[in-house]
């Protein structure tokens, strides 16, 4: 049997080893409750905002603005809801191709009737077309929120997250961004950056799974999403999920120290990857802008539909190789991808996304490769 090649770290990286043993005494020893007043609870009162400190000031924003949440799913939900409900945004501006978990929150708020729901255009390339985004902010009548991916999942596309801010500001907007695919993968400089929400998940860069970040610009009070005991400075009862949060903080030092190494390895992969396909299989196209505003980490390729072909994740599953077909978080089945969809709807081509990280190798590309030839 082959070793595992796993090419799928936008859906979920491995747990960093060192990231491991940063939790491991809240695993075991250190584990009072943050709420108790004994030395214990502080002791682990103290790590959660240690934690806080650290992953504000890797993002360059203030420890009060960062809450820890179960993940990105968790943030956007909250964030969107509170821009319509306590913001006052009774129309929201998004995209066809974001994350269910915020198309879907979207969706629940209009078919509720708490806001009105446009949709932006999208250029061939994938990109969002800016001008239309304008035209929409300034033809409405009520407040907006608009909500925008940093960085596509499944295609990698990147938004200019300046540009939107600074067109959301000149029209009293506000706007929350999904940046949990750019996170622990690219430098954030919050203080400067017109944004009013931002999202992050542990998992997406080699940290634990089940907690994530919500940061909250501080000139924005919203109303908390989970009721309770008042944890998270009252923005989200319940008891924290401490050994996560002290993952999370560890997992973003390691990847902000590696980041200038891990990034050009990454990219290196990328390129190396998109040159062996077009040298060897003929007919592969890639999706969205992949050598341009894209994540260094992700590429979406579509292959010609064969009989061959359409069974290429089952293949590569019984081969060992990990990868997803569009989005891994709908894939039970591949029930293919509203987002491949909304910007290459061709039903003649396979869409597969590979995603790397620090862990891969060029041999691995190599053998996904020569694999990939059999299949088609």
Same mark, same amino acid.
């Given at each position: 049997m082959t070793q595992r090649i796993y090419f799928d770290n936008a859906a979920t990286t491995p747990l960093d080893a060192t990231v491991l043993e940063a939790m491991m005494p809240y695993l075991t020893d250190k584990f009072g409750n943050p709420s108790s007043i004994y030395s214990y609870g502080r002791e682990s009162r103290l790590a959660i905002e240690n934690a806080r400190k650290s992953v504000a000031k890797i993002l360059n924003a203030h420890p009060a603005e960062i809450f820890f949440t179960s993940g990105g799913t968790e943030s956007s939900n909250t964030?969107?809801?509170?821009?319509?409900?306590?913001?006052?945004c009774k129309h929201i501006i998004t995209s066809p191709i974001e994350h269910h978990a915020t198309l879907h929150t979207v969706e629940n708020l209009y078919h509720r009737g708490e806001a009105?729901?446009?949709?932006?255009?999208?250029?061939?390339?994938?990109?969002?077309?800016?001008?239309?985004?304008?035209?929409?902010?300034?033809?409405?009548?009520?407040?907006?929120?608009?909500? %925008?991916?940093?960085?596509? !999942?499944? *295609?990698?596309?990147?938004?200019?997250?300046?540009? $939107? =801010?600074? %067109?959301?500001?000149?029209? !009293?907007? *506000?706007?929350?961004?999904?940046?949990?695919?750019? $996170? =622990?993968?690219f430098p954030f400089d919050l203080r400067n950056t017109p944004v009013h929400f931002i999202t992050g998940a542990g998992h997406k860069f080699h940290g634990p799974k089940g907690v994530g970040i919500l940061y909250i610009n501080e000139n924005v009070k919203i109303k908390p999403?989970?009721?309770?005991?008042?944890?998270?400075?009252?923005?989200?009862?319940?008891?924290?999920?401490l050994y996560g949060v002290v993952g999370f903080a560890k997992a973003l030092e390691m990847a902000t120290e590696g980041y200038e190494t891990e990034s050009a390895h990454i990219k290196g992969l990328k390129l190396y990857m998109i040159e062996q396909l077009k040298k060897n299989i003929k007919g592969v196209s890639f999706?969205?802008?992949?050598?341009?505003?894209?994540?260094?980490?992700?590429?979406?390729?579509?292959?010609?539909?064969?009989?061959?072909?359409?069974?290429?994740?089952?293949?590569l599953d019984i081969s060992n190789i990990c990868a997803s077909g569009g989005s891994a978080c709908t894939s039970g089945a591949d029930a293919g991808s509203h987002v491949i969809r909304a910007i290459n709807n061709n039903p003649n081509q396979v869409t597969v996304r590979f995603s790397f990280s620090k862990q891969n190798t060029k041999e691995e590309i190599d053998f996904v490769v020569e694999k990939l030839k059999e299949m088609i």
């Amino acid at each position: 049997m082959t070793q595992r090649i796993y090419f799928d770290n936008a859906a979920t990286t491995p747990l960093d080893a060192t990231v491991l043993e940063a939790m491991m005494p809240y695993l075991t020893d250190k584990f009072g409750n943050p709420s108790s007043i004994y030395s214990y609870g502080r002791e682990s009162r103290l790590a959660i905002e240690n934690a806080r400190k650290s992953v504000a000031k890797i993002l360059n924003a203030h420890p009060a603005e960062i809450f820890f949440t179960s993940g990105g799913t968790e943030s956007s939900n909250t964030a969107i809801c509170a821009a319509v409900r306590d913001l006052g945004c009774k129309h929201i501006i998004t995209s066809p191709i974001e994350h269910h978990a915020t198309l879907h929150t979207v969706e629940n708020l209009y078919h509720r009737g708490e806001a009105a729901l446009s949709y932006v255009k999208l250029l061939p390339n994938g990109h969002i077309d800016l001008e239309d985004l304008e035209q929409i902010l300034a033809g409405s009548e009520e407040k907006c929120v608009v909500t %925008l991916m940093h960085a596509n !999942n499944e *295609i990698g596309n990147m938004l200019d997250i300046n540009a $939107v =801010g600074e %067109l959301c500001k000149m029209y !009293n907007a *506000i706007f929350h961004s999904d940046t949990v695919q750019t $996170v =622990g993968h690219f430098p954030f400089d919050l203080r400067n950056t017109p944004v009013h929400f931002i999202t992050g998940a542990g998992h997406k860069f080699h940290g634990p799974k089940g907690v994530g970040i919500l940061y909250i610009n501080e000139n924005v009070k919203i109303k908390p999403f989970i009721q309770g005991g008042g944890q998270e400075r009252n923005m989200r009862a319940g008891t924290e999920n401490l050994y996560g949060v002290v993952g999370f903080a560890k997992a973003l030092e390691m990847a902000t120290e590696g980041y200038e190494t891990e990034s050009a390895h990454i990219k290196g992969l990328k390129l190396y990857m998109i040159e062996q396909l077009k040298k060897n299989i003929k007919g592969v196209s890639f999706n969205g802008d992949p050598l341009g505003r894209s994540l260094y980490t992700v590429v979406s390729v579509s292959f010609p539909k064969t009989e061959k072909s359409e069974m290429i994740l089952f293949n590569l599953d019984i081969s060992n190789i990990c990868a997803s077909g569009g989005s891994a978080c709908t894939s039970g089945a591949d029930a293919g991808s509203h987002v491949i969809r909304a910007i290459n709807n061709n039903p003649n081509q396979v869409t597969v996304r590979f995603s790397f990280s620090k862990q891969n190798t060029k041999e691995e590309i190599d053998f996904v490769v020569e694999k990939l030839k059999e299949m088609i």
